[in-house]
């Protein structure tokens, strides 16, 4: 009986090489379809930082947000993207704090931001596939300014998920997922080498 164990045991340990190489191109296979899903619709993520206190010479009361925004898709361009504060109850948007910063090379126009009463808004004429833009909201009161976007054409608004991470991070995943399939592959082969090797 003990030969007939070891020889199971051998066969069982012949698979692992397989089932570790099927669990990572499940891996990557998933992870390639929800990257595709993503960058082939119009999306466009947001994240919006908590408010921290950014006080000036003549505003001491003031605080900020920052809003990225970043364009995921590969073949998608934004026309006329607008984006929109609101304020709520007592809260003031400061202009003079307030400002768009597109990161290179993403431009963001010429066209100043507009206010009126509690609200500001700043036309993007074109945001081009990886594009991203950092924006600076100043204000006073208790509650930050809301975010509202408006275009031309249809617009996928979405947080920072799991799914927009492998968009962001695709190329490093994929190096780790080889990474980890040579390192089993050697950690196997090497113990089948010692286990081997005569004493």
């Known amino acids: 009986m003990l030969p007939v164990k070891k020889t199971e045991l051998k066969m069982d340990s012949d698979k692992v090489p397989f089932f570790v190489t099927l669990a990572l191109a499940i891996a990557g296979w ?3 379809y929800i990257v595709g899903r993503i960058t082939t619709s119009p999306t466009l993520e947001y994240k919006i930082s908590q408010a921290v206190a950014n006080p000036s010479e003549k ?3 003031a605080k900020s ?3 990225q925004l970043t364009n995921l898709t590969r073949t998608t361009t934004f026309k006329n993207l607008t984006v929109v504060f609101m304020a709520q109850g007592n809260t003031q948007i400061l202009g003079n704090i307030t400002e768009m910063q597109p990161i290179p090379p993403a431009f963001e126009g010429n066209d100043p931001w507009k206010y009126r009463g509690g609200l500001a808004q700043y036309t993007i004429p074109k945001v081009h596939p990886g594009w991203r ?6 204000f006073i009161g208790d509650k930050p300014p809301t975010l509202r976007f408006e275009s031309e054409d249809p ?3 979405t947080e920072p998920s799991w799914e927009t991470w492998f968009v962001r991070h695709e190329v490093w995943f994929f190096v780790g997922i080889a990474g980890i399939w040579l390192l089993a592959t050697f950690l196997f082969y090497w113990q089948r080498l010692i286990i081997r090797k005569p004493a």
């Open 65 to 67: 947000i920052t809003v």
């Open 133 to 138: 833009f950092s924006i600076l909201v100043g």
């Open 30 to 32: 998933s992870a390639t």
């Open 155 to 157: 617009i996928y608004m």
């Open 59 to 61: 505003q001491p009361n």
